[in-house]
């Protein structure tokens, strides 16, 4: 019988393990949803026994302000010390090109839950982007379709529903994700790459950077190869 999973042994050993989380800050308006982000940050520090003050996370992006748009990138170390650093916003690029990675996820790896350092899969996968390409797409092991390397995805099918891939298929609960699943205009369902290939729209999310509408480049034999 497997031992169960435990988060505070599967870390013990990395010493530079830290929850993350990144988001935009705007003169006039502020952190765009931080309330989201708090919650997310809050509920990994449980899931891996780690110690989070919010009233010090809230006390860190106090100091926030100034005139320029800025990247922010909280974390979270398993000491609970808490950093943030801040670098100009990226240009927002309304279009993103994207394919579909040949690596597949495993939907029950619980770090695919939580943002995390511990996303070597992705870093490599982005350093490997093919000239052009803005974003990859990840299916799991039972040929659904999980995420991108730094966004969820959101279809729209033919008759007007917007979807987009449920957490048990491996994804991670994005901040902007979850925002529209609780404005209500997107619901969770299991995808295809047949859904996709039907889609009326395809938008990637981001909290940091919004949406983008998704254009699917593909290779002649790609869809065959991963039906």
Request: aromatic residues 8%; charged residues 20%.
């Amino acid at each position: 019988m497997e031992s169960p999973f435990c988060p505070v042994a599967a870390i013990r050993s990395d010493a530079d393990f830290r929850l993350i989380e990144t988001f935009g800050y705007h003169p006039g308006r502020g952190i765009d949803r931080i309330d989201l982000h708090l919650a997310r940050i809050s509920a990994s520090a449980v899931f891996f026994g780690l110690p989070f003050d919010l009233g010090r996370a809230k006390a860190h992006l106090a100091g926030l302000g100034g005139p320029q748009v800025l990247r922010c990138r909280l974390t979270l170390s398993s000491a609970g010390e808490l950093e943030l650093v801040t670098t100009a916003m990226p240009v927002h690029q309304p279009l993103w090109s994207f394919k579909v990675a040949a690596q597949r996820l495993v939907a029950d790896d619980v770090f695919l839950a939580h943002k995390t350092t511990r996303r070597a899969t992705y870093d490599e996968a982005r350093a490997q982007l093919p000239q052009g390409i803005d974003e990859l797409l990840f299916l799991n092991e039972r040929g659904e379709i999980c995420e991108g390397t730094i966004s969820n995805i959101v279809v729209e099918t033919t008759v007007g529903d917007c979807l987009t891939p449920p957490q048990s298929s491996g994804c991670l609960p994005g901040v902007y994700r979850q925002s529209l699943l609780n404005a209500g205009g997107v619901k969770e369902a299991v995808l295809t790459l047949d859904d996709l290939a039907k889609a009326r729209d395809i938008r990637l999310v981001n909290s940091l950077r919004g949406e983008m509408q998704g254009i699917w480049v593909q290779d002649s034999e790609e869809f065959a190869s991963f039906a």
